[in-house]
């Protein structure tokens, strides 16, 4: 067993009050090498944050005094020593070492700096995310994602959602307008999923009554922005005798619950980004299209008519007026224009112009789409038609609504904007590992 | 709100007890009609269970009851009436209804039989997995799997690992020697990973110190068997300071915990499955490679030499071996040579020709590999080299262990695998909502 030999505490763990005398083993990265003569300084970085390592020469043997001062930066190593309280060192301790194993030294210079002092482009740090990721900005993203997700299926699990897995390997396009990529599958070509809408609304016809997936999507779309991906994180529900506005509720529920989760949970990493949270209030403002529209006309040169899309400086100037008008960041759209929607949305049986479908935004751009769903078999396979695609390509979809489709409504919302709202990150890349962009394939 | 109109209640949260009398309103697929004449009896099922509706015809209206003997078998409803206690009909309770709402009329004949009473081929159940998922017995497996996550997810996130999500679209094989799906990334070839190995391991160097993903896996192989699939879901971790022996008893810990978490909490559909599920003893037992050659040699006409792998019949009778002197299923083999295993496998420093790598077995099949991994930057360059593959196209991995890569250790297990083994399922395509192999792209 290696780890109880290289660690027995994280530096968080270790605080002056309980630990003093005690003999403990961090192990991280040596973040800072001081070496004043008489006494030399190493700071070492693990996950959790830093720890000071006191050597002074007089009291210390010749060997271990002069492998610590020789240390590199970003070098691991594994430290047992004594602690210490002391009021000058970073949180009030400093290790007294009786021996530093230096587990693996690091080249210099490094591709890019850790301690901050120096910004790096966002290309730079893509390119070594693996020292990117060590500085404790960066890292705090990524546990609060952790903690987002965790509340994510928490949330849902409590009331009744079952989490599934759906094919990333499709045969046939989701929605038909946008691109794919194609794969070729053994002797046949194949496509990448852009979403598991037909799959989750088979299992509504399977009687799984509420589901959702958390997994990675896939469009082909060549983007250039700061908001889009070829590769993203969805998370998906869908839910059996809903209605758009059960699953609005559900929604909102869940983006108050996860901030509210992450403000407890994640302070500390809060801390680091500078975030003060603030938990959104429900319900969120539900504005219909057509008011939409009237405020970018009223606010704004744009001349747009019913039945067109809202752009992404429309989408701003709504959500300035929304958020000048409520305070709030999120609010839905909702009664979009049949026509502009996917096909599986349902329109209103009494103005069949108008769809059951909603868009969650946030004051800077779209986060989620949803709607109540068609059920019934004809009326789904003549919409298919109506928007040009080949119904029978469908027909393992379409199957599912012959034998008992029950009433069903569902949303998608993506993980990484969710994420980037939040934090107010400046692109969405800055809340991915390993984005994937038209430009972008590696690491 | 759709759904206040449609259910109150779960069939299963309704008892005599507690509600003789009161209105529920219930909603669900008409799983059998019995019309004797005087009486009529509707049997609705939803997610969690079955409900008897009981409609005497003397004290029905008639629309009602004429409603109620017409209704097509897996038709969608929503039933509201008032509950009655009776001995004779299942779960000691009946609905005398004062609503019923067909919802969406079911077409005849179905494609296959919902009752169990005729079983059907696997083929035909994966065509129709929307009526296959209605039998009772295909929602516990899923239900069960959602169990299985869950308290994978639970345990690791309580050992302070970080959900990541790494890319499927990706430049590079991981491994070289498995077959990959090529993708048209735009304008250049890409990809669909086959394992996250290559990105949890920079992760390690990013100090992110502890990591796991759950995700697809794909992977180009012409299989034709029962327990392999092109598309799969992997549980990976990868964790820093470690050894193998640390995360051989991470994975034998996580394996017993969730199979405590599953019998106490899905007793129901383990019931369902007719499973009396038992769970695993720790340690389990760790059987050198060499030991495991001896055992096949000596139990069959097989003449394994020193550096063969274990083909399906050899883990049989291993397998077989292992289970008759311990009584146990799952057992680790250790110690493999380091020629038959991946290149990031750390041999050992005292004899190189052994790896620091180990297989989880069960019984039936293999479920998991890992291995304490080289973390030296030219070792892993010479090891990449002496496998025949071109180190330079691995640049953005071998980068993470020239600047301060950490000794890590990791596993990844299948999770088709680990449910299949646990259910005693006879086929993985039982255990995969809507499976991918060479002859299945659809639904």
């Avoid at 002092?117 to 404790?136: C, G, M, N, Q, Y």
């Avoid at 852009?194 to 997994?215: A, H």
């Avoid at 409520?326 to 759209?333: A, D, P, R, V």
Wanted: charged fraction near 25%; aromatic fraction near 8%; glycine fraction near 6%.
């Amino acid at each position: 067993m290696l780890l109880n030999e290289l660690r027995t505490h994280y530096t968080d763990q270790i605080n002056p009050d309980n630990f003093e005398g005690k003999t403990v083993t961090i192990a991280g990265w040596v973040y800072e090498v001081r070496d004043l003569g008489g006494i030399c300084f190493v700071v070492v970085r693990d996950r959790e944050g830093k720890a000071q390592v006191t050597l002074v020469k007089k009291k210390t043997d010749v060997e271990l005094f002069n492998a610590a001062r020789r240390l590199v930066r970003e070098s691991v190593v594994s430290v047992t020593g004594n602690v210490k309280a002391s009021d000058k060192a970073p949180n009030g301790f400093e290790i007294i070492p009786s021996r530093i194993n230096l587990l693996n030294e690091a080249d210099s210079p490094l591709p890019m700096d850790t301690t901050g002092k120096v910004e790096a482009e966002l290309d730079t740090r893509l390119d070594s995310r693996f020292i990117d990721l060590r500085k404790p900005g960066t890292n705090a993203i990524f546990r609060i994602r952790h903690e987002v997700l965790k509340n994510v299926r928490k949330y849902l699990s409590e009331i009744n959602f079952i989490e599934t897995s759906t094919p990333k390997v499709v045969a046939t396009a989701t929605e038909g307008g946008t691109s794919l990529f194609p794969i070729t599958y053994f002797t046949t070509e194949a496509f990448l999923n852009q979403s598991p809408q037909l799959f989750k609304q088979i299992l509504m016809s399977g009687g799984m009554d509420r589901v959702f997936e958390i997994g990675p999507i896939f469009r082909a779309e060549e983007h250039d922005t700061r908001r889009h991906l070829n590769e993203a994180t969805s998370i998906d529900i869908e839910s059996s005798f809903c209605d758009h506005f059960d699953v609005m509720e559900i929604l909102e529920n869940m983006i108050s619950n996860v901030y509210s989760s992450v403000k407890q949970n994640s302070q500390k990493q809060l801390d680091e980004l500078g975030i003060d949270l603030e938990i959104p209030e429900k319900p969120f403002l539900k504005l219909k299209y057509e008011e939409a529209i009237d405020i970018v006309n009223q606010n704004s040169e744009e001349d747009l008519v019913w039945g067109d899309d809202l752009g992404t400086s429309a989408e701003h100037i709504v959500g300035n007026d929304v958020f000048e008008r409520t305070g709030q960041s999120h609010y839905f759209i909702i009664d979009w224009p049949t026509e502009i929607k996917p096909f599986y949305a349902m329109p209103y049986e009494n103005n069949p112009e108008i769809s059951k479908s909603f868009d969650l935004m946030h004051r800077t751009m779209e986060l989620a789409s949803g709607a109540q769903r068609i059920h019934h078999h004809t009326i789904l396979r003549e919409r298919i038609e109506s928007q040009g695609l080949n119904s029978d390509s469908f027909d393992f979809y379409l199957d599912a609504f012959r034998f008992g489709m029950p009433p069903h409504a569902g949303w998608g919302i993506g993980c990484e904007r969710l994420l980037m709202t939040m934090l107010g990150a400046e692109n969405i890349r800055d809340v991915v590992l390993f984005p994937r962009d038209r430009r972008r394939l590696s690491p």
